[in-house]
């Protein structure tokens, strides 16, 4: 229980470190991903194609 906890807790600091190094990568072509619940939940659960979904929902809605 406690590893699953701890394996949790792992894939939430490792989701928040990669939407910040996207967003210092791309920060001066202005297409910044904001780093909040949804979008960490996100990364979390479903891993790198949710960032790619969310750079394609954010290039097509701006």
């Given at each position: 229980?406690?590893?699953?906890i701890f394996s949790i807790?792992?894939?939430?600091i490792v989701s928040s470190f990669v939407l910040y190094g996207?967003?210092?990568i791309?920060?001066?072509?202005?297409?910044v991903i904001p780093i909040n619940i949804i979008t960490v939940g996100l990364l979390t659960i479903f891993g790198v194609p949710a960032l790619?979904?969310?750079i394609t929902i954010l290039?097509?809605?701006?």
């Open positions: 229980m406690l590893k699953k807790i792992k894939r939430i996207y967003n210092l791309v920060g001066p072509l202005n297409m790619v979904g969310l290039v097509l809605v701006y």
